[in-house]
T-cell receptor, first 116, second 113 residues
Framework: AQSVSQHNHHVILSEAASLELGCNYS??????LFWYVQYPGQHLQLLLK??????LVKGIKGFEAEFIKSKFSFNLRKPSVQWSDTAEYFC??????????????FGAGTRLAVHP | DVKVTQSSRYLVKRTGEKVFLECVQD?????MFWYRQDPGLGLRLIYF???????EKGDIPEGYSVSREKKERFSLILESASTNQTSMYLC????????????FGPGTRLTVL
């Protein structure tokens, strides 16, 4: 069974629309949480991460994510998307769920297409 | 800036061939990883190495082996390539610290005919 679930496989938005991509994980222990992004033709890169502290995490390019422990969720948000945000987004988790904090388990990914 | 490089962006091999995928990182990272990326499945860990000559199986090690003779280099080996190993292969590296993140290479798209 998938331990990290991304609710939407494909999302299509117009520029300036708001974005929220869901991510849920199936384990209740301590976890580290990540969002990675893969732009067309580019390598996977870190968007933001949560280890501890403020559950609202801000990342690059105006993205943010909120860790809600009670819901085992780490949803990614952006108030106003741009065409350049077209990419595939991956949620990832490390901890006991992945067999150790050095190892990541990834969701299936969400392909976002933003139309001008 | 962390740099993780992979030996080829595209590779085409025939069934039964032995295939080597090379990965090099320049940040003195202890940990190195090999993943495969398939549509709808995300990234799945094949093998992981936390030190020179040390390796650990990931979630899908069958049909693969690895070699880490030097800290900066981690090789993935397909002993006898099969068509179901057609995929995008990603290498990553990180420091040993729990809080560190993984840095990824550009990937090698392998096609096995």
């Amino acid at each position: 069974a998938q331990s990290v679930s991304q609710h939407n496989h494909h999302v299509i938005l117009s520029e300036a629309a708001s974005l929220e991509l869901g991510c849920n994980y199936s384990y209740g222990g301590t976890v580290n949480l990540f969002w990675y992004v893969q732009y067309p033709g580019q390598h996977l890169q870190l968007l933001l991460k949560y280890f501890s502290g403020d559950p609202l995490v801000k990342g690059i390019k105006g993205f943010e994510a909120e860790f809600i422990k009670s819901k085992f969720s780490f949803n990614l948000r952006k108030p106003s998307v741009q065409w350049s945000d077209t990419a595939e987004y991956f949620c990832a988790v490390s901890g006991m769920i992945s067999g150790g904090y050095n190892k990541l388990i990834f969701g299936a990914g969400t392909r976002l297409a933003v139309h001008p | 800036d962390v740099k993780v490089t992979q030996s080829s962006r595209y590779l085409v091999k025939r069934t039964g061939e032995k295939v080597f995928l090379e990965c090099v990182q320049d940040m003195d990272h202890e940990n190195m990883f090999w993943y495969r990326q398939d549509p709808g499945l995300g990234l799945r860990l094949i093998y992981f190495s936390y030190d020179v000559k040390m390796k650990e199986k990931g979630d899908i090690p069958e049909g693969y082996s690895v070699s880490r003779e030097k800290k900066e280099r981690f090789s993935l080996i397909l002993e006898s390539a099969s068509t179901n190993q057609t995929s995008m292969y990603l290498c990553a590296s990180s420091f040993e610290r729990q809080e560190d993140t993984q840095y990824f290479g550009p990937g090698t798209r392998l096609t096995v005919l």
